[in-house]
């Protein structure tokens, strides 16, 4: 008789099982906006204590720009475009970083250096950390998790940044 039941019950599970419907898991169509600009903080003007060599470009917030920023729940990297305004080549760009959640609550501030070659006038991809390692986290514009997860929005602020003197390194 046990036989019997644990034949019946196998059959069940099998039956039930094909038919149940398929669920879909996977996102389709998804794209990462590089026109996007991503918010600058407003920290005021920082005052440099190293004088710049003579003929050498001032330092601007503008000479340094971050679009299509990118970052889902299950992410251990964040992304995001750099743009260098300059007529030098770069080698690293030096930001403060700021994740609010969308009512403006503080989650995170966090200083990171990413290391690209930029060259002058042109864009390119850099990726590095995230500050979730928890993945708990979201940006807004990357779409919402299908985990329960707290969408978030950044700023950025820029410190500094690295020229290239030379042959950059590949």
């Not at 046990?2 to 019946?8: D, T």
């Not at 260098?84 to 770069?90: E, G, K, Q």
Request: glycine fraction near 4%; include cysteine; hydrophobic fraction near 40%.
């Amino acid at each position: 008789m046990r036989k019997y039941l644990s034949i019946i019950v196998i059959v069940l599970a099998t039956a039930l099982s094909a038919m149940a419907q398929r669920v879909k898991t996977t996102a389709g169509n998804l794209a990462v906006s590089a026109e996007a600009p991503v918010a600058r903080i407003n920290a005021g003007t920082v005052v440099d204590t190293v004088a710049a060599p003579a003929g050498a470009e001032p330092f601007t917030q503008e000479d340094i720009t971050l679009r299509g920023y990118s970052k889902r729940v299950s992410d251990n990297k964040e992304c995001v475009f750099v743009t260098n305004n300059t007529t030098r080549p770069i080698a690293a760009v030096h930001l403060l970083l700021r994740y609010r959640t969308l009512d403006g609550t503080l989650i995170a501030e966090r200083e990171v250096t990413l290391r690209c070659n930029v060259a002058p006038r042109a864009a390119a991809m850099c990726e590095f950390r995230t500050f979730d390692t928890h993945h708990e986290y979201y940006y807004v514009q990357s779409g919402k998790s299908r985990k329960s997860a707290v969408p978030y929005d950044i700023s950025y602020h820029v410190l500094g940044y690295d020229v290239t003197v030379g042959r950059a390194a590949h």
